[in-house]
């Protein structure tokens, strides 16, 4: 705008310098008809008119560039704010790809651990349950055994009399205990 304020400072220079040359001739000339004097002052007007087109042309291909301007450095923001938009969410991603795989691990972890944990609980069932059975076992066929010791020491005293002599047999299972005792007389 500043440089239309001055093309119109220009024209109003030129229109005021027209003017005083205007009288000038008018008072060395005298007496000079008014038609001559106009076909100037209308070619001054003419000139006037299109320096005004002009200077409009220039103010709006001014106006057309500043708005093209704009709209590249519009464009060129938006594309650097989309660039930092796409690190910003790619660096998101790769610590969102970094934190699931560290919960997978730490999860495995978790889960082998009780597993082991799980199989020595197992095993150690396990072996308590075995020592039971042993310990069952054994304090059955020792009451088998006592029994036993308890018929054979009360079969010798009776052996003498009848000369009869005992076999034994016995099978040993996980809930019972059988014992077969046979009596042969000779």
């Known amino acids: 705008m500043a440089s239309s304020d001055k093309h119109r400072g220009r024209s109003r220079k030129l229109k005021i310098s027209f003017f005083t040359a205007k009288r000038k001739r008018r008072e060395q000339a005298g007496s000079e008809s008014k038609s001559s004097l106009s076909v100037p002052v209308i070619e001054e007007e003419n000139e006037i008119i299109q320096k005004k087109k002009k200077l409009k042309v220039r103010e709006q291909l001014k106006k057309k560039k500043t708005k093209a301007a704009i709209k590249l450095q519009a464009w060129w923001r938006g594309t650097l704010v989309r660039r930092t938009l796409l690190h910003a969410a790619l660096r998101v ?49 020792c009451q088998v055994l006592s029994a036993i010791y308890i018929i054979q020491g009360h079969w010798k005293y009776h052996n003498c009399q009848s000369c009869s002599l005992l076999r034994g047999h016995c099978v040993i299972t996980t809930t019972h205990l059988q014992f077969h005792i046979e009596i042969i007389d000779h």
């Not at 072996?127 to 069952?136: A, D, E, N, T, Y």
């Open 93 to 141: 991603w790769i610590i969102q790809c970094w934190w699931r795989l560290t919960l997978c691990r730490i999860l495995e972890k978790k889960r082998r651990k009780a597993l082991i944990d799980f199989s020595n609980r197992e095993r150690a069932i396990v072996k308590i349950q075995s020592l039971i059975r042993m310990w069952r076992i054994h304090w059955r066929y």
